[in-house]
């Protein structure tokens, strides 16, 4: 058996990755996965515990989902559209394997963290725990609470509701290539190029949650997006800066304004275009980011 000190320098990345996911939001993960190894460290008898990862999993899982059944009112009555926590950067370490990199990459997408909403809170533990961190259904069902042969039930049909069709992932230069060029035609209020980028069933999601200034309900359809961007872009020319970072695990970028606010955009694309666009400006959603540096001339990823 490792010391706290050795568990915690290897698991708390992975941990905190994994309630990230289940619970879109940067700041409750990091406290939960902090209490966890109190807890752990709390424990009378420590040599008892076999397998202390699987034993740190089930502590998350647990609070993991007390937290979300207690917030679920609180959800219900959020002002607009919920967004998860922008990430800027990656929350887990490189992989060497092309796939494990996809599927760690594509996981973490605005896009795909927004499917697993759609989930129970007992589905998105089940699939994450199989999907994403490869635990047996003996191991997960020992987390969870359920029979191992209900949690093999409850993946397969998890998996089928959100399955993602790797074919709408671009690889990140071009999804990058493709943002810098819809950025500057945007600038440049160039609306025929924006029609070879963006799709005609468009839509931009806005989460101010009622704190800053946002659509409180999807924009949709190609020609309403670019004018509702247009005409921001009017509304606040010479008092903003931007600069493109890694949101998610894909190419996006922050906005800045005058008067303090500040937004981070993601993109989602289907067929080679920009088919969502969302953007997080709920201050209480991004006091986890890094100070914004302008740096507008590449991708930035801290």
């Known amino acids: 058996m490792g010391s706290i000190e050795e568990l915690y320098e290897t698991y708390r990345k992975p941990l905190i990755s994994y309630a990230y996911r289940m619970l879109g939001s940067v700041m409750d993960a990091e406290d939960i996965v902090q209490d966890a190894f109190i807890s752990y460290g709390r424990l009378e008898e420590p040599d008892a515990i076999r397998n202390e990862r699987s034993f740190l999993y089930?502590?998350?899982?647990?609070?993991?989902?007390?937290?979300?059944?207690?917030?679920?009112?609180?959800?219900?009555?959020y002002v607009g559209p919920w967004l998860p926590e922008p990430l800027i950067g990656s929350l887990d370490a490189a992989e060497s394997d092309p796939s494990e990199i996809y599927l760690r990459r594509e996981s973490i997408s605005t896009a795909y963290l927004l499917l697993l909403q759609q989930l129970s809170a007992v589905e998105r533990a089940v699939f994450?725990?199989?999907?994403?961190?490869?635990?047996?259904?003996?191991?997960?069902?020992?987390?969870?609470?359920?029979?191992?042969?209900n949690c093999r039930q409850i993946f397969h049909r998890a998996?089928?509701?959100?399955?993602?069709?790797?074919?709408?992932?671009?690889p990140a230069h071009i999804a990058e290539e493709k943002l810098k060029d819809f950025v500057s035609s945007l600038l440049q209020g160039n609306t025929s190029r924006l029609l070879e980028l963006v799709s005609e069933g468009a839509a931009m999601i806005s989460d101010g949650g009622g704190k800053v200034t946002a659509a409180r309900v999807p924009v949709i359809g190609f020609e309403r997006v670019i004018k509702?961007?247009?005409?921001?872009?009017?509304?606040?020319?010479?008092?903003?800066?931007?600069?493109?970072?890694?949101?998610?695990?894909?190419?996006?970028?922050?906005?800045?304004?005058?008067?303090?606010?500040?937004?981070?955009?993601?993109?989602?694309?289907?067929?080679?275009?920009i088919q969502s666009i969302y953007a997080v400006g709920n201050p209480e959603k991004i006091r986890h980011l890094p100070a914004f540096e302008q740096r507008d001339d590449e991708l930035g990823t801290p």
């Not at 890694?246 to 694309?269: E, H, K, T, W």
Request: aromatic share 12%; glycine share 6%; charged share 25%.
């Open 228 to 273: 509702l961007l247009l005409n921001l872009l009017k509304m606040h020319e010479g008092k903003f800066a931007y600069s493109f970072v890694s949101v998610n695990g894909i190419p996006g970028f922050r906005l800045a304004m005058d008067n303090g606010d500040q937004y981070v955009y993601s993109f989602s694309f289907k067929d080679d275009k």
């Open 159 to 170: 998996k089928k509701s959100i399955q993602a069709d790797p074919e709408q992932t671009l």
């Open 128 to 149: 994450l725990l199989r999907e994403i961190f490869h635990y047996s259904f003996d191991e997960i069902a020992g987390m969870v609470g359920k029979s191992t042969a």
């Open 58 to 77: 089930k502590i998350v899982t647990n609070r993991c989902l007390d937290l979300l059944r207690s917030s679920a009112k609180k959800r219900e009555l």
